[in-house]
């Protein structure tokens, strides 16, 4: 069987993946999403365009000639009955998964501890998160902000989901992606 080193960040996302009922069919690669939570969790603080920008160039081949590959071939399986190989894909896409978690890991390598309080990692966190989204300028659904929301609350269980939720929409409005303004709509005459 394959291996690749321990790192606490792989022990991270299988962790998360218990909550989050994330597909692949969206536009973001939910590695980057599970590291943007994992990096503010470190007391790394909020991470910048250039660290996603270095984050993508040490993942980018590996996802697309490698793990995109597994999983096209991994529809195609799945539109047969379950066989021998589609089991052995199913691992390899674990494994392929799991390089590229490690990938990630290893690509900011020298960063600062920074002192931060629950509620300061949380804040990183949702402006990693919201940061990356904008980053890939990929639009964030109702669902995706759910399943978001749900990972926030495991990764940071010490804090409540009123200000797990407060601290969100703080980041949403501070990346100006939902107006919290209100506007009076003219009355029409009857």
């Not at 321990?6 to 599970?34: C, P, S, Y």
């Not at 989204?133 to 964030?140: E, L, P, S």
């Amino acid at each position: 069987m394959k291996t690749i080193p321990q790192h606490a960040f792989i022990d991270f996302v299988a962790k998360m993946q218990t909550f989050a009922g994330w597909h692949e069919q969206r536009a973001v690669n939910r590695n980057f999403l599970f590291y943007s939570l994992w990096f503010a969790l470190q007391r790394h603080g909020r991470l910048r365009k250039s660290q996603y920008q270095q984050l993508q160039s040490a993942t980018q081949a590996w996802h697309e000639r490698i793990y995109l590959a597994l999983e096209s071939v991994s529809l195609l399986l799945s539109k047969h009955e379950q066989t021998q190989a589609s089991d052995l894909l199913k691992e390899e896409m674990h494994f392929a998964e799991a390089v590229e978690q490690y990938l990630l890991a290893q690509a900011l390598m020298r960063v600062q501890l920074l002192p931060r309080t629950s509620l300061q990692q949380l804040s990183d966190a949702c402006h990693n998160v919201v940061g990356y989204y904008r980053f890939m300028q990929a639009t964030m659904s109702e669902e995706d902000q759910a399943t978001i929301i749900t990972l926030l609350c495991a990764t940071f269980s010490d804090l409540s989901e009123a200000e797990t939720r407060s601290e969100w929409l703080s980041a949403l409005n501070a990346a100006k992606l939902i107006s919290t303004s209100v506007e009076q709509l003219p009355l029409e005459e009857l």
